[in-house]
């Protein structure tokens, strides 16, 4: 029996799609300061976490370049601006105790993240592998077209990066909308996953101009975190993680869906932290 049925909620009666709020291009500016007062509050859990997904993606970045190439490496940093959301669940969790005035213990967020919305997240976690593993061949055999031989001219630099640029667009595309506030309504709501992804995608749409400058944003942060060793990552994941849980709280009106039944979610948070400063619900 699924948390729905629990509290009595007919599955037919529940929207498609999560109504999502018209956002200011600045939005994502607010999120990270948020992000930054969320690491500031938890500092050793936000460390802790940052460090093993630093470690982790820079062993997949050396394994990838010592035995691919710069290209393989390069297409793995790209993917993983994209498959990014996986690895900050357990954040979203440290940030919803923040929220509801507990301890952020890191036991409860990994139970919160792991445990309770394996389901949800499996499938999800599944398309988005997919899609990378197909990210990472389309990178490959880009890399194809690059001259090789004699110095290359300005036109074969271009129809290189264009066609590059071209292709991965459509991944980024794709992959980013489907993920920007999938997985937070998961943890929040008790939803499907193509509930949430319908509704990641149709909030991305709708507020272009925003979720570029999130895009941008996260990005940027990722390159700073590569060139400094990897050893930036360590705050600028929990950053990154925190604030696009505070973003999808600020985008996403999931008020019609049931609450989870148990677990950190369960609990409504303070009227206080309320975050429904931003325009009508589309």
Sequence with gaps: MTNAEEAGVD????????????LSPFAPFRWIRMGIADLMQAPQQS???????AILI??????AWFRGGQWIMFSMVGGFVFLAPLTCIGLYAISAQLERG????MARSVRAAFKRHFGNEMIFALALLVIFLVWARAAVMVSVFFPTEGEATLRQWINYLGFGSMV???FATVTFS???FSLPMIM????????AIVTSINAVLRNKLAMMVWLTLVVALLLLGLVTAFVGLIAIIPVIGYAAWHGYLETIDADA?????VGITSTPRPEGNDQDTSSSAQ
């Design 47 to 53: 460390m802790a976490y940052g460090l093993v997904v």
């Design 178 to 180: 489907a993920s920007a």
């Design 168 to 170: 991965g667009a459509v």
């Design 58 to 63: 820079g062993i997949v970045c050396l394994l």
């Design 11 to 22: 599955r037919d009666e529940l929207p498609f799609v999560a109504p999502c709020r018209t």
């Design 257 to 261: 869906f049931p609450r989870h039944t």
């Design 188 to 195: 929040h709501r008790d939803v499907d996953s193509v509930t």
């Design 102 to 105: 507990q301890e952020p213990l």
